[in-house]
């Protein structure tokens, strides 16, 4: 094919062909996914819409669950792309270039999927649209209509503008295709139209970053707004953002590492790309554990009774192992991304049992926590059982050292394959601020100021769906948009390179004119 | 304008919880079954609550009636999205149900529990005798309603409607007790409730609710519930 049409370049050829040719595991997948969603849409309007939402879990006082974990977790996700790219283009990161696409897709598709689960919490989800026809703009909610729509509109313009050249492309290329005739806005990449176009892009690299932070920080007002124990916090804005940012670049990892095997995009997502982001994820979870770290630690010293019943429901009572669980899931993202950059080296004559001995503590681990689990006991009852009293200081410190074992169990293997680290550690970030969103919701409906009997909250199959729907349908609009338009940003890529090219010409210039003078 | 207020005197309080049918009745409560106690979806707007105090072997329980606290500040018209639930210039904070989207914030927002939602469409059984729905048995000025809204205690608003229109027929002013009394005050056998206008001089409620016994509900938070209870002693 490159030899009939010698003017296609390698880029263009590996960007286009997942448009050009569908495989077989493409429709299993899509059938796969539509499944799915379809399954959720059974439970929502046969199940859901028909008998009202006592076909959830919830009740009185835990008015809130899974589906408003769901909103905050997807809001969250979509704080990858668009705050990312856009700060990375305001920066001038050229190393940028082949992720913004991919970034900026998830940003719009997870806020097609997050405000769709505050329908389904909606008790009439007929009378939406009184938001509108009735606004209260006292109420945190509305701020959420506001700058979510705002976000939205605004992850959409930013997804299309730079797309607008690949469009012409495909235009030119698949010219029976007419709907990217209509999307090109006829794009002729005239001198004029570039200018516009990286004006506009400029533009909005700059309004997208304010509209993001505000997003997930009214997200987090709905919250605090409220004087519910360990809601009503002024760090909660922030933490928020943070959280947001830390499982959007996670999601954005995950997307490049599948895409980069299943696209054979290798030449261009280096593992330089996964070390860099993998940075940032790095950062963000030191900033993630400071929040945490300040949010309980004053919620401690506070002792005030409310809160410090949610606070033990937390460490100690009935959501114990979902906290711990996500700590244990930051925790090996923390070491993941660091461990196989320190300079430890196994000593020479040990190395030979060490080869035996990880893959044993790998599984021991794991057996551990599912033990762990499976008992739903905590340490102490865990070390009662087996008549084997743990020292305090090891049985505190188990939740530390388990991760590190893990890590240390893979180390050989994480340390030769970074994009299988920033993997394995994103896919932890992901499973943990799914939890951490649910420990912040429920426990605290659970333990309201004024409580009339004993509450739980157990999701019902109805919201498991649904929660599967929202993960279907996400990816399944990202795969969908995959099949339709380049994931790799070609015209922005080949921009780099002409301008990577330039710089390299002009300082050729400067050497060669500063050779000619005059000694 | 009245600030209309209760006080609950817990002395005389035996928690028998007459207040609690009687709002049943009163305001069309959907009759709750084993399932929906079970799972914690019981409707009452004033329900008695048990108040536990003390570690064993001094342990005491306390009855306490809580119906809405009518908060002059309240948290939960503030968070509503609809503007669905608000407070009307005489203090009562009252819901729209036609309007409530049901999103539950006003809910989770209330400090005392006291705001209820509709999980399921209310079930109103057939009579044993004369085999007409329960439903024919509904007080005919309280709307019944439907799946997926919010309610709560109005203070018997519809009773308000109607003294004040008996006044007016009688040509006189609407009395600040005695009046307008919802229907739990009303049925209290042990006469622990009283109702009326908290800031007319000489009703019984505001002289009670500024007795050194009185207390409010977690009034540290700064909601100025305008239920009053006289402690205990």
Same mark, same amino acid.
């Given at each position: 094919m490159r030899s009939s049409t010698p003017s296609i370049d390698p880029l263009e050829a590996t960007a286009l062909r997942p448009i050009q040719q569908r495989s077989s595991g493409f429709y299993l997948l899509a059938f796969a996914l539509v499944a799915t969603a379809l399954w959720g849409v059974n439970a929502l309007v046969f199940h859901q819409w028909r008998n009202g939402l006592q076909v959830t879990g919830l009740n009185c006082p835990v008015f809130w669950g899974v589906y408003i974990t769901n909103f905050v977790f997807f809001v969250g996700i979509s704080h990858a792309g668009t705050l990312i790219s856009a700060i990375l283009r305001? &920066?001038?990161q050229e190393w940028r270039r082949p992720i913004t696409r991919m970034a900026e897709a998830i940003t719009v598709f997870a806020l097609m999927v997050g405000p769709?689960?505050?329908i389904f919490d909606m008790g009439r989800p007929d009378r939406m649209l009184n938001i509108f026809k009735h606004p209260n703009f006292n109420s945190p909610l509305l701020w959420d209509v506001c700058c979510i729509s705002v976000y939205f509109v605004g992850s959409i313009t930013f997804l299309y503008l730079p797309m607008i050249p690949d469009i012409a492309l495909l235009r030119d290329r698949m010219p029976h295709r007419r709907f990217y005739r209509i999307l090109a806005l006829g794009w002729k990449a005239t001198d004029r139209q570039k200018h516009r176009l990286e004006k506009a892009i400029v533009v909005m690299s700059i309004a997208i970053i304010p509209i993001a932070v505000s997003v997930h920080t009214v997200v987090s007002y709905v919250f605090a707004? &409220?004087?519910?124990?360990?809601?009503h916090s002024t760090i909660f804005g922030p933490y928020f953002v943070v959280g947001a940012i830390y499982s959007g670049i996670a999601a954005l990892l995950i997307a490049m590492v599948i895409l980069r095997k299943v696209y054979h995009f290798e030449e261009y997502l280096k593992p330089e790309h996964f070390r860099r982001l993998g940075f940032l994820l790095l950062t963000m979870c030191c900033l993630w554990f400071y929040f945490t770290f300040s949010e309980f630690l004053t919620t401690f010293y506070g002792q005030s009774p409310e809160e410090m019943k949610v606070f033990y429901g937390k460490m100690s009572g009935d959501y114990r192992l979902l906290f711990w669980g996500m700590v244990f899931c930051m925790w090996t993202t923390f070491f993941t991304l660091t461990l196989p950059w320190l300079p430890l080296r196994t000593p020479a004559p040990l190395r030979a049992p060490a080869r035996v001995l990880r893959p044993i503590l790998a599984i021991a681990v794991v057996a551990a926590f599912v033990a762990i689990s499976q008992r739903a006991g905590t340490m102490t009852t865990l070390a009662m059982d087996l008549r084997m009293p743990l020292p305090p200081f090891l049985e505190r410190s188990m939740m530390a050292i388990m991760p590190i074992a893990f890590v240390w169990s893979l180390l050989p293997y994480l340390r030769n394959n970074p994009i299988v680290s920033s993997f394995v550690a994103s896919i932890f970030v992901v499973i943990g601020m799914w939890l951490e969103r649910f420990v912040i919701v429920v426990p605290t409906l659970v333990n309201p100021r004024l409580s009339w009997g004993v509450a739980a909250y157990h999701p019902s199959w109805v919201e498991w769906s649904l929660t599967a729907f929202d993960f279907a349908g996400m990816v399944l609009l990202f795969v969908l948009f995959s099949k339709v338009f380049p994931m790799l940003p070609i015209w922005e890529m080949r921009e780099g390179e002409l301008a990577e090219r330039s710089r390299f010409e002009t300082?050729?210039?400067?050497?060669?004119r500063a050779s000619e003078v005059p000694a | 304008m009245p600030r209309w207020g209760m006080v609950i005197d817990l002395d005389k309080c035996t928690g028998c919880q007459a207040c609690t049918v009687a709002c049943q009745t009163e305001n069309n409560l959907r009759p709750g079954s084993v399932e929906e106690s079970q799972r914690g979806r019981i409707i009452e707007w004033i329900h008695v609550l048990p108040v536990v105090e003390g570690e064993y072997p001094h342990v005491k329980t306390r009855y306490m009636p809580v119906p809405c606290q009518h908060c002059d500040n309240p948290p939960c018209t503030r968070v509503c999205p609809v503007r669905a639930t608000y407070k009307n210039d005489e203090g009562i904070v009252a819901q729209i149900y036609p309007r409530c989207i049901g999103c539950r914030y006003c809910v989770n927002a209330c400090p005392y529990t006291c705001k209820f939602f509709n999980w399921s469409q209310p079930d109103w059984p057939e009579s044993t005798h004369g085999g007409k729905s329960l439903s024919a048995a509904h007080n005919p000025d309280v709307s019944v309603r439907p799946v997926g809204v919010t309610e709560k205690c109005s203070f018997c608003s519809h009773r308000l409607?109607?003294?004040?229109?008996?006044?007016?027929?009688?040509e006189r002013p609407l009395r600040s007790e005695g009046d307008f009394v919802p229907a739990c005050v009303e049925a209290c056998p042990a006469?622990?409730?009283?109702?009326?206008?908290?800031?007319?001089?000489?009703?019984?409620?505001s002289e009670l609710s500024r007795s050194h016994r009185a207390f409010r509900l977690q009034e540290e938070l700064g909601a100025e519930p305008k239920v009053y209870y006289l402690t205990e002693g």
């Open positions: 305001v &920066t001038g769709i689960n505050v707004m &409220t004087i519910k124990p360990m809601w300082q050729r210039v400067i050497m060669d | 409607i109607k003294a004040r229109e008996q006044a007016k027929s009688e006469e622990a409730m009283c109702f009326g206008d908290l800031d007319s001089p000489g009703t019984a409620v």
